[in-house]
């Protein structure tokens, strides 16, 4: 149970507060790459502050204030140029280091006053990669946007899925430390949902947390599972500070402010060995629907809303003074003190942990895989056809299982990736008759 303010620490984000100033020390994605193919610029908001994003003519991304610096009008509204992003309302045009390049009317008005000179917008670095815009706001030197170790992955379909979630950061976070949450939110509900009788899913009998450079590993064995089994001896990975890791996929919550989180999902499929070598043109993005409109209610069918439902249930901003936590809880209780502590690090003017600054190392940053050499070798269409998937830990989900809402054109680019049969389009799925924690794909 934590006091009020100490709940406020962890979930204020703000410039100038605990947590505002720890997590701007690191990149956060914000967009595709190829949003910005579809429109030249995205107004965003990230960690309270209301931003611009934009690719100008020459292809150089900028993130600036929202609002001009004249009479404030909505960048968002303003135009491409060669270089920079002009105001649609005077056409004042400014750079992606924030500079004003002109003003169209001043210069007539009086050519050599050079009020432009004097006039600067906030203006933050953004960088492109794995499909994704990231964006950085803290001090500089910046550190490097990390490679992660799938990042540099041959031959994988990657799709980036995006949902708005009204709910404040952390306690997204927090489900990214919390294996037991598995059986119970994603298996048994399901099977529950899906209106199944049978045995109740393996329950977890041990966990265990282990802190490394870029988070936790949490591990876990269930019932009928052996202690030499990667759920245990590699694990999954809580990565820091606001992200989770399950092998084959990122999920990233950035907070967008206190009450809303941006939930940034990077999911990748091998293609079959028949289809190497594959090189995807463009990763595709997609945001998902977190609310069914029929009802009202919060969609249910898939592994990533049930987190959401979780999530939002515990209120915009769960109430930590009236929780009571348990031997679950214990990588909760972790996290939780090491956010403290670095951001204490951050505000006595240190260095927190797990900041990338050595380009030789960013070549490709390793993290801890489950099955990671089965992935490395891949597998063949024929395989695919005949063998079923080993119990749990399938790396070819035949529909996407995360998220709700995949467009059809993503799911055909995905069939067609793998070189199989293009089947009619069906309604959403519920998930699969018995998840565990390995399966799907690698969930968490
Ligand atoms: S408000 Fe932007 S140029 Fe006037
Ligand atoms: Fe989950």
């Known amino acids: 149970m934590l006091t009020e303010e100490q709940n406020r620490a962890f979930t204020q984000v703000g410039s100038g507060t605990l947590m505002g100033e720890l997590l701007r020390r690191y990149w956060m994605p914000i ?4 949003e910005l193919d579809d429109a030249p610029t995205k107004p965003v908001r990230l960690l309270g502050e209301d931003l611009v994003l934009y690719r100008d003519q020459r292809g150089t991304y900028g993130l600036i204030d929202r609002h001009c610096p004249h009479r404030r009008a909505d960048l968002s509204y303003g135009f491409v140029e060669e270089c920079g992003l002009r105001c649609n309302y005077h056409g004042w045009l400014f750079d992606e280091q924030g500079r004003c390049l002109e003003q ?7 050519p050599t006053a050079r009020f432009k000179d004097r006039i600067r917008v906030r203006a933050y670095r953004v960088e492109a990669k794995a499909g994704l815009l990231w964006a950085y706001l803290g001090p500089e030197p910046a550190p490097l946007v990390p490679t992660w170790e799938p990042f540099t992955w041959p031959n994988g379909f990657v799709q980036i899925v995006f949902a708005e979630i009204p709910c404040n950061w952390f306690q997204c976070q927090e489900n990214s430390i919390d ?9 048994n509900w399901s099977r529950v949902l899906a209106g199944r009788r049978g045995p109740r899913p393996p329950t977890h009998l041990r966990i265990a947390f282990d802190e490394f450079e870029y988070g936790f ?17 590699v694990g999954r990975v809580c990565l820091w500070p606001n992200a989770l890791f399950t092998g084959t996929h990122f999920e990233w919550r950035v907070p967008i402010d206190d009450t809303r989180t941006l939930s940034v999902g990077w999911f990748i ?3 079959p060995r028949e289809r190497e070598p594959y090189h995807q043109e463009r990763i595709p993005y997609w945001y998902g629907p977190i609310q069914d409109p029929r009802t009202g209610r919060w969609i249910t069918s898939h592994i990533m809303n049930q987190d959401f439902v979780a999530w939002m249930g515990q209120g915009t901003i769960a109430d930590r003074t009236q929780e009571h936590l348990g031997e679950s809880d214990r990588g909760i209780i972790l996290m939780r003190r090491r956010l403290l502590e670095e951001a204490q690090r951050v505000a006595a003017g240190g260095e927190p942990k797990g900041l990338v600054r050595d380009p030789e190392q960013n070549r490709c940053i390793r993290l801890p895989i489950v099955d990671r050499e089965r992935w490395l070798a891949g597998y063949s269409l024929a395989e695919l056809a005949t063998a079923q998937e080993p119990p749990g830990r399938g790396l070819y989900p035949k529909e996407f299982p995360f998220q709700a809402g995949q467009p059809e054109e993503v799911r055909r680019a995905y069939w067609e990736a ?14 699969a008759a018995v998840l565990t924690p390995g399966g799907n794909g690698a969930a968490s």
Request: charged share 30%.
């Open 217 to 233: 590993r949490y591990r876990r064995i269930l019932e009928g599972q052996r202690e030499d089994d990667e759920l245990w001896t």
């Open 31 to 34: 967009a595709a790459v190829a």
């Open 104 to 110: 169209p009317f001043e210069e007539v008005a009086h």
């Open 418 to 431: 793998m070189g199989l049969p293009e089947r009619a389009a069906a309604p959403a799925p519920q998930p």
């Open 269 to 271: 499929h091998r293609v």
């Open 179 to 187: 294996p037991v949450h598995f059986e119970w939110l994603h298996s």
